[in-house]
């Protein structure tokens, strides 16, 4: 007899032992541990600059210039795979622009743009009415690169060269920060007319001969911290856009 009642008990034993680690097994199967759905296609966003030698980054290094500034600092506020296109080079008037985006064709299918011209008209000493009849239209060919969407178009304003020493060597600085002013309120205009975002960028220049870390190796062009500043501007509003 006690044989079989300590059989029993190793029965019991061994049946609650059974059963304790069934319950264990069905507690890991149905709280598997979470396994997360595949991710998604990684979001693409492709921007498009245009511009002259302001846009191009003239005298600092690539990754220097605005257009990729902005870039990386969109990368690191919005996930996405960017693509940067610059359509621009160092003295480049509102005409050159145009005939090289005609030539160049980019695809109606940007999900930004910015549009930063005029400076060389100013330089060369052209009519103002040719920047009044070309400056729209390229306004207009940006929205057309843009999907068609005004929204997302950015128009930059012209930094003002008489605040570098280059600017300071001319026979009247004045009249250049004078003549600058007329284009950028042409186009500030124009984009409020228009319902299109405008950055003001040019007082950061104006600060190119009291703080020369604006002013880049060339001492003419902004340097890589006066673009970081423009940055600071656009990027709020780039945000906006893509978001």
């Known amino acids: 007899m006690k044989v079989i009642h300590a059989l029993a008990k190793i029965a019991v034993c061994l049946l609650a032992f059974s059963c304790s680690s069934n319950d264990d097994r069905r507690g890991t199967v149905s709280n598997p541990d979470p396994v997360g759905p595949a991710n998604p296609e990684a979001r693409h966003v492709k921007y498009l600059a245009l511009g002259d030698s302001y846009t191009i980054g003239q005298s600092v290094c690539e990754t220097c210039r605005f257009p990729e500034q902005l870039k990386t600092a969109l990368a690191g506020e919005m996930a996405a795979d960017y693509t940067l296109k610059i359509i621009a080079q160092t003295g480049w008037t509102t005409t050159n622009l145009k005939n090289a985006i005609a030539a160049q064709n980019p695809s109606p299918d940007y999900d930004l743009v910015t549009l930063l011209i005029g400076v060389n008209n100013q330089y060369q000493g052209l009519p103002f009415e040719t920047y009044e009849v070309e400056f729209p239209q390229l306004v207009n060919t940006a929205i057309r690169l843009a ?61 190119g001969i009291a703080n020369p870390a604006l002013v880049a190796p060339d001492g003419l062009h902004p340097s890589q911290l006066a673009y970081a500043k423009f940055v600071a501007r656009l990027l709020p509003k780039a945000k906006e856009i893509l978001r």
């Open 147 to 207: 999907q068609g969407d005004r929204q997302r178009v950015i128009i930059v304003s012209i930094p003002d060269y008489a605040y570098t020493p280059y600017g300071q060597s001319a026979s009247d600085p004045g009249q250049i920060s004078s003549e600058i002013d007329r284009y950028n309120r042409f186009a500030e205009s124009y984009a409020a007319a228009n319902g299109i975002a405008f950055a003001d960028i040019t007082d950061i220049t104006r600060e």
